[in-house]
Every structure is written in C-alpha cells, then in structure tokens.
DNA sequence: GATAAGAAAGTAATTAATTACTATCTTATC
DNA sequence: GATAAGATAGTAATTAATTACTTTCTTATC
C-alpha cells in the first residue's frame, strides 16, 4: 500500500516481494495471496514479479528461507549466556511466540505449506527448520536431564513434540479469538504447565 | 472412485458429498479440493453437485457440521462411566486421536478453515465446536481441582489452550513425517508430559 | 395394479472470472 | 546511451456456477 513505484535493485525487489509476503500472510488467508495481490501490495505490476522469480514457488521458497534463516537465529541468540537448561527452553519458547507475535502471518504460512501432499521446495524447508529445531531442543533436553533440572524418565520425543504443540496451540488460541496479541499475555501460562510437565520432582 | 453413476435421494447425495470430502482431505490439501474433484470422486457431473447445494460455501458448511456432530457425540460418549475427572481427560484425549486417526483430513480441514481472513459460515461452526470443546475441558479441570487431583493452582485456560495444542502438535507432527496412524503411538507419550503439569503433587 | 404425469436427479456444454505466466514496448538510472 | 527494471497487454488453463436437456423415480388416478 505504497505509493511510489521506485525502481529497485533485482536483490531490493527481491527482498521487498518477501517481506509484502509475509507483510500479507498477516491479514488474509495465506492460499489466497495471489501474485497480483503481491503486486498490489508493493504498487507494482503483476508482471514485474517475474522479473525477478522464474515461477509463483520460487517466491515461497524465498519466503521460507527468509522464516527458516531468521526465526533460527533469533533463536539461537536468545539461549546466549544462559546456562540452565530449562531456562534456555524458556528462552526458545518466549522468543518464537515473540516472533510470532511480530509476524502473525509465519505460522499461517508454515503450516499450510505442511499441508500440500506434493513435497514441493518450500515444504521442504519448513521440514527442515522444524527438524533443526527439534535438534536444537533434544540437545537441551539431554542437558537438563544430566543436569537434574529435567526429570530422569522424560520421554525426549514427547517432549519435542509438546513443546511445538505448545506454541500452535497458542496459534490456533489466537485464530479463534482474532487477536494475535494475545498471544503474548498466554505463553507464559502455558509453558508453566509444559514445565511443570517435564521437570523433575525437586 | 465407485463405477455405477447409482441415483441417490438428495438426503443421501448431499451426505455422500461429505463423505467423499472427508476423504479427499485426507489425500490432498484441502483448499485444492475442487467441486470438479468432489464430483470426480463420486463419479457424479461436476454440475449435478449444485442441484442439492447452492454453491461451494455451503458444502464446505455440511463438512463442518458433520465433524462437530460426530467428533462432540464421541467426546461426550468416551467419558460416560469415568468418575475421576483426570481420566475423563485422557480418554476425551486418546478419543479425538483415534477421530483424527481416521479422518486424518479433518484437523486439516479444521485449521484451514480457521486460516480464513473472512468469517464464512464453515468457520464459525469451527469456532463454536472449539468453543464447546473447551467448555467441556474447563468443567472437567473444575472437577479435578475440587477433586485434588489437579492441582488447585492450576490456570484453567490455559490447560485447555495446551489440551489442545497437545494434539495439535501431533497432528504437526504427523504432516511432518507423512505418517497419521504413527499418532496412535506418540499420543499416549505426551499425554503423559501434559497430565504431569496439571496433576496435583500428590 | 397398471400407467401416465410430474417431480427429482443427473448430464454435457458453456459461462464469466481468476489464475500464473509471457512477449513486447517504455523508461529510469548509472 | 546501454541496460536493468517496470509497464502494458496479452496468453492458456482452471475455477465455480449456470444453462438446456435427459433419465429415473414416485405417486395419483382410473
């Protein structure tokens, strides 16, 4: 909803398509956005897309390495300097609903890319980034229980999968009511009962 | 894929609408279920269709109510004789697996639904079924908190948002690997986390 | 109880929109 | 002034929906 059509650079435009994406998964249904509504959105002719994409997937697949590249690091970063286990997990936890809180539309995204039965580029990334975020939190686990701050007998795969779950459940909350926001004020709520639920007795 | 175009009542048309809906969610995405492959599936003409519904909106409205009649029927059935609101919860919980587990379209269906920006009539009726669902979960927390076998600290929404998000997880973990029935397994292991942070500390 | 009339269900072809994508011309920028 | 970026104006394919027509089933009447 600019107002200028600039002319950028093949790299700024290209950017720019991402972040409109992302921009437009946040206010409508993410199957619906068109390359025309992309267009639109950046006041930019339906054409010049292609300019810049060979096809429609190139542009999803650039969207989900822009997801995968930055909710990663920002999750990576978060854990810095913290030692306890359970308070990294913490850390992941707060930060990805943050993440999600400023991009309303990337779970929106990401799971209607699981969603395609053909194994297309882009659901190939969001299965990576998923896979390299169970790692990252199996890697904590294991900490935690060595530590003592996780309990002994925890079911590492389980607690993987809850963990995610934790956080599309709070999606989902925030689908239902219609505002994202929320979601903040909710995290910490739940992930009480999630640590409850993995900590040892002490 | 049946062989004989058989004419059908239009109750039973219309019902073997849904069905043959149901069932293409579980093969494909459910946005990209055309009134052509519904009518495919059925051997039926793409246009025969809309002599028993006035457009695609309203099948998608049958499909809903469909699933909210059934899933709601067999929740309220599964804890019929369960005196101890903590196991109400699970047998509720390994219910709805074992739905999902059969009808392996419908959480898709469910949340794509909820994906809309606009609020369509199939929506709403996925709003209402959660809405209910939850009612049922918080009157079972109630009890177990007066109970003691909840701990009487507990957020009672909390505890629903994670219900729910706990199978949720699942389902996201079952369009991950591309193997639905594997959530029979994995549900009784996170159950066990979820039951943990709720459960008093006796 | 046979059968004719009408209702109900289905077919096949066509519609207007919308989609992703492309070929050709124009212009801004270095 | 060369060239990269964008505009313009298309394309073919797909979509939900509608049309005119046909087949099948139901039922009222003699």
Same mark, same amino acid.
Do not use: F
């Given at each position: 909803m600019n107002e200028r059509p600039k002319k950028l650079s093949a790299d700024a435009?290209?950017?720019?398509?991402?972040?409109?994406?992302?921009?437009?998964a946040a206010l409508q249904n993410p199957v619906e956005i068109t390359t025309a509504a992309i267009a639109?959105?950046?006041? $930019?002719? =339906?054409?010049?897309?292609f300019r810049h994409f060979p096809n429609k997937e190139a542009i999803?697949?650039?969207v989900m390495e822009w997801v995968a590249e930055r909710?990663?690091?920002?999750?990576?970063?978060?854990?810095?300097?913290?030692?306890?286990?359970?308070?990294?997990?913490e850390a992941i936890f707060m930060t990805h609903v943050e993440f999600?809180?400023?991009h309303p539309g990337v779970p929106r995204m990401l799971f209607g890319e699981l969603q395609r039965a053909e194994s297309t580029p882009a659901k190939?990334?969001?299965?990576? $980034?998923? =896979?390299?975020?169970?790692?990252r939190l199996n890697h904590l686990i294991e900490k935690g229980k060595s530590n003592g701050e996780l309990s002994s007998s925890l079911d590492n795969e389980a607690a993987s999968t809850l963990f995610i779950g934790t956080i599309q459940g709070l999606v989902m909350q925030s689908l239902l009511t219609?505002?994202?926001q929320r979601i903040r004020h909710d995290a910490p709520r739940v992930f009480a009962i999630y640590r409850r639920g993995i900590g040892s007795d002490l």
């Open positions: 435009r290209r950017l720019a398509t991402v972040e409109s994406v992302i921009q437009l639109k959105h950046m006041n $930019l002719t =339906q054409g010049a897309l999803w697949q650039s909710l990663l690091n920002r999750i990576d970063r978060s854990v810095h300097g913290i030692d306890s286990p359970l308070a990294a997990m999600v809180a400023e190939r990334l969001v299965q990576t $980034l998923i =896979q390299r975020y169970g790692e219609g505002d994202v």
